[in-house]
């Protein structure tokens, strides 16, 4: 499984933008997550859709104003992102999974594949 993210760049605080992560390879049954990070933080948590259920999960700092959807048909997840501030500047990275557990659902190191980034970055 490759992932190929895209849809970063520059945006002005309050301002909206959509990220999207293609895969190739079979991703169906696959959990499917975006994470984020900073200049000098750790990698975080995003977003994800579980691959039981397909229900999604925020991270509680960011329910409200980011939306995860998936498109199956374009084996392709979004990430919209609403009223920007400039601490969601960061690198955000797609993720996938196929053997994930709910309890994992937010922890980088429990997905195996990973898309190479896209910088997103808000000014004020």
């Known amino acids: 499984v490759q992932l190929q993210a895209s849809g970063g760049g520059s945006a002005q605080a309050g301002d909206s933008l959509g990220l999207s992560c293609t895969a190739s390879g079979r991703t169906f049954g696959y959990t499917v997550a975006w994470f984020r990070q900073a200049p000098g933080k750790e990698r975080e948590f995003v977003a994800a859709m579980f691959r039981n259920t397909g229900r999604a999960y925020y991270a509680d700092s960011l329910r409200g104003r980011f939306t995860i959807s998936r498109d199956n048909a374009k084996n392709t997840v979004y990430l919209q992102m609403n009223n920007l501030t400039p601490e969601d500047t960061a690198v955000y990275y797609c993720?996938?999974?196929?053997?994930?557990?709910?309890?994992?659902?937010?922890?980088?190191?429990?997905?195996?594949?990973w898309g190479q980034g896209t910088q997103v970055t808000v000014s004020s």
């Open positions: 993720a996938a999974d196929g053997g994930i557990i709910l309890s994992s659902i937010r922890i980088p190191r429990a997905y195996d594949y």
